[in-house]
């Protein structure tokens, strides 16, 4: 995906001088060979840090190699000043991690202390402020060192992403969604620039481009992707010509930022005056890796970027919607295995799903807005959906949220999607997530989150996590088991 950031990992050893710089030296080698073996990619700078000057080459040596992410590796106990000076120093996501010790045969030349050295070091991070990421057990052989590495690399995408990141947003958040409206100063906090502009903007650079010649080949690409679902063929030049706006309106405007999503308004008043819902639209640049979160859901669109950062895939956003009717559940019970009733919801959404990720997609009308805008006669303004059911399998659903008083907080539930049939219209699935009745009194409601959840394939929380924890987010929320209570959750209940 274009939209994401490129990590390119540099590995610097270190050396306590009373250490055996050699042992540091040996051990890197050995690790940047794992690594390799392991299908990613590191640069393995030859400056071994022992004192400040040495800090200063190897990060001239980083950057020379155009390293982004940057993993300290403490081959021996390490020199705790130098070592956490550069990660001061350097312009990126930082990882520290240890070697193991090797063998009983060497205990005595051979024995690094690095065990003991990461402890130093992370006192050290501390005394500097600087928030690097150090795994759950950050110490290991080169094998597992490198397998701590590869974790890290999804975790490093994500924090250079929302360095990187601007959110547009096309019109005010719709009254009757107030629960999508939150303060965009931590925005800013997280270096995550905000462009919010009314849909007159929208509207003025849509109509400027009527007649634009791209149009045609755009919606031949919307046909083409369609193919049999193609069921309101007659919409897909409107479809187009928005899809155009947005991507133009990006490259002129994004400025000093590297990344794009989007958060636009989609209602009431865009079917009258553009003539379409931009439900296929979001869905279609959502699935190129360019989120685009309806209702004006600047942190629903932040959220499904992460998510398409930490998984390099397609991710969609779904209201957390309905109950599962018991008739259905048990019609087809086998399929939910260990799963209660209460375990399950459907996540639902008009039609903004990329195509991807549903089975059978098809381009079909607004329902809602069509008992709205269009009741007596066929469907004109309110085509655009793409429906839908999604496709069965492991997923996270995940939200980060500013409070009113502008603390972040999140929540992580990883999951998976049934291959059960929703009965029901739009991009839609039923949504398995142990002890879910719990998680939805005592997190998203006890905590006042709003309906929108960014979904993506893959039980990711792990990462989700370490990412969250790097961007100094002390309230992140899971679903707790049985036996486990939340907060404030009754125990007599």
């Given at each position: ?103 009983a045969a060497d205990l005595i030349q051979g024995r690094g202390d690095a065990y003991c050295g990461m402890l130093n070091a992370s006192y050290n991070l501390g005394l500097r402020g600087v928030k690097a990421y150090i795994p759950e057990y ?296 142990n002890e879910m009745a719990r998680f939805y009194r005592h997190v998203l409601i006890a905590k006042r989150y709003p309906h929108h959840a960014a979904m993506g394939y893959g039980h990711i929380g792990k990462t989700l996590f370490s990412a969250l924890k790097m961007l100094g987010i002390c309230d992140v929320a899971y679903n707790q088991p049985v036996g486990r209570l939340y907060c404030g959750e009754n125990p007599f209940a």
């Amino acid at each position: 995906m274009k939209n994401v950031p490129v990590v390119k990992l540099g590995i610097v050893a270190v050396s306590r001088d009373c250490f055996p710089i050699t042992l540091s030296e040996k051990r890197r080698e050995a690790v940047v060979k794992a690594v390799e073996m392991g299908g990613t990619k590191i640069e393995e700078i030859k400056t071994t840090v022992e004192n400040e000057n040495h800090a200063m080459k190897a990060l001239a040596e980083l950057k020379e190699a155009g390293c982004n992410a940057l993993v300290v590796y403490l081959g021996n106990f390490g020199p705790e000043g130098p070592e956490t000076m550069l990660a001061q120093k350097f312009c990126g996501p930082v990882m520290f991690v240890a070697a193991a010790e090797e063998t009983a045969a060497d205990l005595i030349q051979g024995r690094g202390d690095a065990y003991c050295g990461m402890l130093n070091a992370s006192y050290n991070l501390g005394l500097r402020g600087v928030k690097a990421y150090i795994p759950e057990y950050p110490v290991g052989t080169s094998g597992e060192v490198a397998e701590m590495i590869a974790e890290f690399v999804p975790v490093a995408r994500i924090i250079l992403g929302l360095k990187g990141l601007k959110i547009f947003g096309f019109g005010p958040r719709p009254f009757d969604f107030v629960a999508c409206n939150a303060p965009i100063k931590p925005l800013y906090d997280l270096g995550v620039e905000v462009q919010e502009n009314s849909e007159l903007d929208l509207f003025a650079a849509f109509n400027a481009n009527a007649n634009d010649p791209r149009i045609e080949k755009v919606a031949a690409d919307m046909a083409e992707e369609l193919g049999g679902g193609n069921k309101q063929s007659g919409i897909l030049p409107k479809l187009a010509q928005l899809e155009i706006t947005l991507l133009d309106w990006a490259e002129k405007h994004l400025g000093a930022s590297e990344y794009m999503a989007f958060a636009n308004k989609c209602w009431p008043a865009f079917q009258t005056q553009f003539g379409m819902v931009p439900c296929y639209v979001n869905s279609r640049l959502t699935g190129r890796g360019i989120p685009v979160a309806c209702e004006t859901d600047i942190y629903g669109a932040l959220s499904e970027y992460i998510l398409t950062c930490a998984t390099q895939l397609p991710p969609t956003l779904l209201d957390i919607n309905n109950t599962v009717p018991h008739d259905l559940y048990l019609a087809e019970k086998e399929k939910y295995g260990s799963y209660a009733l209460n375990d399950i919801f459907m996540g639902f959404h008009c039609g903004n799903t990329p195509s991807s990720l549903l089975k059978n997609p098809e381009m079909k009308y607004q329902l809602i807005m069509k008992r709205l805008l269009e009741p007596d006669g066929d469907p004109d303004i309110t085509r655009g959906t793409l429906e839908g059911t999604l496709k069965s399998g492991d997923i996270t659903l995940f939200r980060l949220q500013s409070t009113a008083d502008c603390v972040l907080r999140a929540y992580v539930a990883q999951g998976e999607t049934i291959d059960a049939d929703p009965k029901t219209f739009g991009s839609v699935g039923v949504i398995a997530i142990n002890e879910m009745a719990r998680f939805y009194r005592h997190v998203l409601i006890a905590k006042r989150y709003p309906h929108h959840a960014a979904m993506g394939y893959g039980h990711i929380g792990k990462t989700l996590f370490s990412a969250l924890k790097m961007l100094g987010i002390c309230d992140v929320a899971y679903n707790q088991p049985v036996g486990r209570l939340y907060c404030g959750e009754n125990p007599f209940a």
